[in-house]
């Protein structure tokens, strides 16, 4: 599977956003997504918010908040790595030395110099996200159940999964009803709790991990749930922004982020999307829900999902009839794999009633149990192969001309030194500011 990694450029400089971008490399397997924020304050907000693997600062005398902001963003985002970007004549300012301390102490743990070169940018990120991600606890995997037709079993596949990952880890899995205007994960758990998701969203911006536990809803079996709004005022206070903040905070509390959709491309859709490690598109073999299906799973493909983060699960919500397509027709039509076929179980619908999950005791060596085991197993692995290691190598000469130009405009910035020597330059500096700090600190035990 794919690696997706978001970085996060917090400058008033434009040209910084521009200079990470047309550096990055190109690598198989990984895929990076940039995104420029102006605002410091929203800056540290998106690095909250959306679980963000790196995050770059400009450093520059004229910045002297960048360890503020940084230490802001460390708070709030333990996981999030801090690039510095820096000019060649910050090393020369007069209070460059002592800004450079300051950044550390803020938990900056590497630096770029300007303009951006592919080689350089590179080495930080095979620094900084590939081979750092071992050194933190890996955040709880989203998955998303999403598809453009309600009544073909979607919720209950949502449900089933949650509540049988539930079962082979305890209190580690939450399920989110973000079918906004027709959730009924809670009626089909037996729940009626006082808060859901709708409170967890209005606190969005105090919310915790512990916060968060409180407001979910435990079942009986080990399950958490954050149960959808009971009506549709109380859905329209929910927003894109609200939801991924719910999100960002669950996946830190929670090893199994379960998300049941509303079957609408929206905001809020694409907040989730945004956020998912993998998102199961949900179809039957119905004629017209099969034909309607290639054009949004074009749709939801171009809003960035990668190919191997979409799978489509091929449902079977009621008995065997006469004339019904086979999964080796829904997938030529679809033009993809089917990659997991759930058949029909008739205690489904009695389990509904009761509020319990038919999935919890189900047999599991054949039909809807085997099948649904198949698919959690899936899931599990997605947390368990989360920190297998993808080399990233500096670009190749296969480089656009005007990603070569920027790469010879850095060789240029540097006056023919190499990369060891300018960081030795940055350590210097280092090595300077903190023998200023000393003789100042010797100076007041003197007096």
């Keep these: 599977m794919d690696k997706s990694f ?4 917090i400058s008033s400089d434009p040209g910084l956003a521009a200079e990470v971008e047309d550096a990055l490399p190109v690598v198989p397997g990984v895929r990076f997504l940039v995104q420029h924020e102006r605002d410091e304050r929203r800056g540290v907000e998106l690095a909250r918010d959306r679980a963000l693997d790196l995050v770059v600062l400009r450093l520059e005398e004229s910045e002297a908040r960048l360890p ?6 460390t708070r709030e985002s333990p996981n999030t790595r801090i690039v510095a970007a820096y000019s060649e004549d910050f090393l020369h300012g007069e209070q460059s030395p002592q800004l450079l301390i300051q950044s550390m102490r803020a938990h900056v743990c590497d630096f770029l110099r300007r303009p951006v070169s592919p080689p350089e940018l590179g080495g930080v990120l095979d620094r900084q996200l590939v081979n750092a991600r071992a050194a933190v606890r890996a955040d709880g995997r989203v998955v998303a159940f999403i598809s453009n037709k309600g009544g073909i079993g ?11 990952l539930a079962r082979r880890h305890p209190d580690r899995v939450l399920l989110i009803d973000a079918s906004l205007q027709l959730g009924i994960c809670g009626s089909m758990l037996d729940l009626e709790p006082s808060t859901g998701l709708v409170d967890a969203c209005r606190e969005a911006y105090r919310l915790d991990t512990t916060l968060l536990r409180n407001l979910s809803a435990p079942t009986r079996d080990g399950l958490r749930v954050l149960t959808a709004p009971r009506d549709a005022i ?3 206070q929910i927003d894109e922004t609200a939801v991924a903040r719910v999100i960002g905070v669950a996946r830190r509390a929670f090893d199994f982020v379960i998300v049941d959709t509303f079957p609408v491309v929206d905001g809020v859709t694409m ?3 945004d956020l998912s490690d993998m998102a199961y598109v949900v179809t039957s073999d119905l004629v017209p829900i099969v034909q309607s299906m290639p054009a949004y799973i074009e749709v939801v493909a171009g809003l960035g999902v990668p190919e191997d983060r979409l799978r489509v699960i091929l449902n079977q919500p009621y008995p065997s009839f006469a004339g019904q397509l086979g999964a080796g027709v829904v997938s030529e ?9 759930i058949p029909f179980a008739k205690k489904l619908l009695s389990a509904a009633n009761l509020g319990r999950p038919y999935v919890l005791h189900a047999p599991t060596w054949y039909g809807f149990g085997r099948a649904m085991l198949r698919l959690v197993k899936e899931i599990e692995a997605l947390h368990e192969g989360s920190e297998e290691t993808v080399e990233i190598a500096p670009r190749g000469p296969a480089t ?8 010879k405009a850095a060789a240029a910035s540097t006056n023919g030194r190499g990369d060891d020597e300018h960081y030795e330059a940055v350590r210097d500096a280092a090595r300077r500011a903190r023998r200023a700090n000393d003789g100042e600190a010797a100076g007041e035990a003197a007096r």
């Design 271 to 273: 907040a989730i999307l």
């Design 400 to 407: 656009s001309a005007k990603r070569g130009a920027r790469a």
């Design 154 to 164: 979607k919720t209950t596949l949502s449900l089933s999964t949650a509540a049988l």
């Design 6 to 9: 978001h970085l996060l450029v």
């Design 68 to 73: 503020e902001i940084a230490d802001a963003i």
């Design 234 to 236: 109380q859905a329209a």
């Design 333 to 341: 039509r679809l033009g993809r794999e089917i990659a997991h076929e």
